[in-house]
């Protein structure tokens, strides 16, 4: 098979290499999945850059989601057939050294969910990691409805998505986001207030649709730089959802202002949460996905031989949405 892979961290054009591969053998418990569309995470970007972790490999086919066709099934698996339209999460996670990045991938039956028919694989790949970390930040306790949910970084992967199925869940939903642009997706996605925290008063703004009360939950694209903002924000019993840190990743923690508020962190990588709790995620996204139309954004999408591109597209950090590469187009 053809495929794109790397044996040592650094740039995506330095280590990044396409050329062929021996296609994969479905095991016990797996299924053989016909690529046809992978999706570009930061961490997959991370990870190929060595700013994430050291390699756990030797050589790595990397990026974690995708969409495709299932040609074969591993003894034991009976969930699918083949032929099947399926998409996929945590491809090249902690276990497992290849990825999405290739034509096809054999992978426990566990990560794969059925994909809908009105689905394109391209937008099948942008589920995965964010659509799964958007229910998990939302849901993992419970439900939402009647709540009030800020959504930081509402336009971006997983707030995007986060947005859609908060509104899904009965909770009324703030995003913050940074440009007119975002601002119109948010918006776009059901968000009840958008605020831009680049040119409005947060603070002011959410208090006052809160009628001073304050959010319930926070699904937050980055603790360590806006848990200032956050403590201001939020209600007595109320809980943030942390899945990402970037802009300080070792942030002090004021105790005694989360204790007094009784505020709960959840944090959380999606790799590492229960199998009962994703297995959860991925039948109550299936439900969402087939009540009715919903916002896929594809930031971007290159053909498989111009991976490192994808990664490049990332690493930018303008994107709006999950960048694609189309493994049936090399």
Known sequence: MKAVWYERTGAAADVLTFG??????????????????????????????????????????????????????????????????????????????????????????????????????????????????????????GSIAGQ??????????????????????????????????????????GADLVVNYKTDDVVAKVMDFTEQRGVDRVVDVDFGGNIATTLKLMAMNSTIAVYATNGNRSPTLPMRELMEKCIALRALVLFALPPPLLATAQADISKWLSAGPRIHNIAAQFPLSQTAQAHLAVEKGDKLGTVVVDCARA
């Open 20 to 141: 062929e591969m021996p296609t994969p053998v479905a095991g016990p418990g797996e299924v053989l999945i016909r690529l046809e569309a992978s999706g570009v995470n930061p961490a997959d970007v991370g990870r190929r850059a060595g700013s994430y972790r050291a390699m756990e490999f030797s050589r790595v086919i990397p990026n974690s989601d995708g969409a495709g066709i299932i040609e074969q099934l591993g003894d034991g698996v009976t969930r699918f057939d083949i032929g099947q339209r399926v998409w996929l999460f945590n491809g090249q996670r902690n276990g497992r050294a290849f990825g999405t990045a290739a034509e096809y991938i054999a992978l426990a039956d566990y990560l794969v969910t059925p994909l809908p028919d009105d689905v394109s694989f391209a937008a099948g790949a942008t589920l995965g990691i964010p659509c799964m970390t958007a229910w998990s930040c939302l849901f993992g306790d």
């Open 148 to 189: 009030t949910v800020l959504v930081t970084g509402g336009a971006g992967a997983v707030g995007h998505y986060a947005v859609q199925l908060a509104k899904a869940g009965g909770a009324r939903v703030i995003a913050t986001v940074s440009s007119a642009i975002k601002d119109m997706e948010a918006r776009l996605a």
